[in-house]
C-alpha cells in the first residue's frame, strides 16, 4: 500500500501540473497572432498538447509570433512528456493494485485508480478499519444522529479521508450508468420524491460497506 500511495503522489502532481500546462497553452492561444489563434480555434483540449507541439519558429518572422509559437511548443512537449509519465505509471498501478486487492478491484464499477485511492486511505489509517462503520465513518458516508426533540432525523458526516469519499463518488456514477440493479434502485427512489443527490449518498454508504468487506486483510 506504501507503494501505490508513492505511486499516487506522483501521479497526481502530474494530472495538475498538465491541467496548469494546458491552461497556459489555452491562454497564450487566446492572446496570439491572429495565425496562431485561428489555427488553434476550435482545437479539443484533448488534441490541444499534440497541436501545439507540432508548431515550428518561422525565420524571419514577426518576433511576437515566433516567441509565442517557441513559448506554445515548449509547454506542449511538457504536456507530452507528462503523458509518457502517466502511462509508466498507469502501468505500476495497475500491477501492484491487482497484487494487493484483487478482490477489490473485481468488484463492478471499481477501476484502477479507484481502488488505489481506497487503498491508500486504509493503509494509511489502519486503527481505524476495527469495523465497517468505522471505515464509512473514514470515508465520510457516515450517518450522524441529529435528532431534536421529538424529531429523529440523519445528517451526514461530512469529514472523513475526501480521496476515499470521491472514490467512492465515481464507483456510484459508474455503476448508476452500467449497472442494471443500481438503474432500477435509482428509478424507485427517484418515484419516491428522493433527489439526486440524497441518491447517491445513500449509495456511497452501500458501496462503502462492500469495498470494506473486499480490502484485503493483513
Not at 2 to 11: G, N, P, Q
Not at 41 to 68: M, N, Y
Not at 195 to 217: D, Q
Amino acid at each position: 500500500m506504501e507503494a501505490i500511495r508513492a505511486l499516487m503522489v506522483a501521479k497526481r502532481s502530474g494530472r495538475d501540473t498538465k491541467i496548469k500546462t494546458l491552461n497556459q497553452i489555452r491562454h497564450l492561444g487566446f492572446t496570439a497572432p491572429d495565425e496562431l489563434r485561428e489555427r488553434l480555434k476550435g482545437v479539443s483540449r484533448d488534441q490541444l498538447g499534440a497541436e501545439a507541439a507540432s508548431l515550428r519558429p518561422c525565420a524571419g518572422a514577426d518576433p511576437v509570433v515566433s516567441a509565442t509559437r517557441t513559448a506554445m511548443r515548449t509547454l506542449a512537449r511538457r504536456v507530452l512528456t507528462l503523458d509518457n509519465e502517466k502511462a509508466q505509471l498507469d502501468k505500476l498501478l495497475d500491477e501492484l493494485v491487482r497484487a494487493t486487492a484483487p478482490a477489490l478491484v473485481a468488484v463492478h464499477g471499481v477501476g484502477v485508480d479507484t481502488a488505489a485511492a481506497l487503498l491508500v486511505s486504509a493503509g494509511d489509517n489502519p486503527d481505524r478499519l476495527r469495523s465497517e462503520p468505522a471505515w464509512a465513518h473514514l470515508c465520510g458516508v457516515a450517518a450522524i444522529e441529529a435528532s431534536s426533540g421529538k424529531v429523529t432525523r440523519y445528517r451526514l458526516n461530512r469529514g472523513g479521508d475526501r480521496q476515499a469519499n470521491a472514490a467512492l463518488w465515481h464507483i456510484v456514477i459508474t455503476r448508476m450508468s452500467s449497472d442494471p440493479r443500481t438503474r432500477a434502485y435509482v428509478a424507485r427512489r427517484t418515484a419516491e420524491g428522493r433527489s439526486k443527490g440524497e441518491i447517491i449518498r445513500i449509495l456511497k454508504r452501500y458501496v462503502a460497506r462492500e469495498v470494506y468487506r473486499n480490502l484485503p486483510r493483513h
